[in-house]
């Protein structure tokens, strides 16, 4: 079955330097990989995803992340931070070899970001 | 754009009694996906549904129970509502699976309290 560790409950980024938000994954195939963003008393909101193709994926807001597949990893980064980026961040995978619909979350990340 | 509608927002039940949570995915989605949120957790599959049958199930309790109608939207049965039940329910659709635009789109949620 799929899994998702992001090891830090919460990451302090002071506005203007790059962040980190780290998520490693395990699946018994290739994974679809996907960042969601969550905002208080919101639902989840789509930032970017993986499927094939450059390692280097971009998405909304400026964010990015990057595919390593020896590493099983997928974090996501910003070049520079925003107080307005600070919210609880979710790594998020679904194993394609399962061809399961169920698309499986970490448990998220908090993030502040500093003015 | 529309986006995926859940009715009603907020719940307030007490124990023993039931709960019917709507979905109304975005229109030509196929897939609908139920999810749970305790306070300061993950978001939890519970279960999934494609072209109305259902296609994934995950730490669904019994007394709940999911269908997806003609027109494609769903509904989440609870029953026999206990505290530990009192939690965000998100429903999610996306569009075909396996298709480059696949990605979840959530709603809003509904907050259930049971007390």
């Known amino acids: 079955a799929q899994s998702v560790a992001q090891p830090e409950d919460q990451v302090n980024v002071a506005e203007g330097n790059p962040l980190t938000v780290k998520c490693t994954y395990s699946?018994?195939?290739?994974?679809?990989l996907f960042w969601y963003v969550q905002y208080p008393n919101r639902g989840l909101q789509f930032l970017l995803k993986?499927?094939?193709?450059?390692?280097l994926v971009k998405g909304s807001y400026g964010f990015e992340a990057e595919f390593n597949k020896s590493q099983t990893s997928f974090h996501l980064k910003k070049p520079s931070a925003l107080v307005s980026d600070s919210a609880l961040y979710f790594c998020a995978v679904r194993d394609l070899w399962n061809r399961d619909d169920k698309i499986i979350f970490g448990k998220g990340t908090r993030l502040h970001i500093l003015p | 754009a529309a986006g995926v509608i859940q009715s009603p927002r907020h719940l307030i039940k007490e124990k023993r009694e039931t709960a019917t949570l709507k979905c109304y995915p975005i229109p030509r989605h196929d897939t609908v996906y139920w999810y749970q949120q305790g306070p300061g957790q993950d978001p939890q599959f519970l279960i999934s549904f494609y072209e109305k049958m259902q296609s994934d199930k995950g730490s669904i309790p019994d007394r709940f129970s999911a269908q997806q109608f003609s027109d494609y939207h769903s509904e989440l049965n609870m029953s026999s509502l206990e505290l530990g039940d009192s939690a965000l329910y998100f429903c999610?659709?996306?569009?075909?699976?396996?298709?480059?635009?696949?990605?979840?789109?959530f709603g809003s949620g509904t907050q259930l309290s049971v007390l």
């Open positions: 993986y499927i094939t193709g450059d390692n």
């Open positions: 999610a659709s996306s569009p075909r699976r396996g298709e480059p635009n696949e990605k979840l789109f």
């Open positions: 699946v018994s195939g290739n994974p679809y």
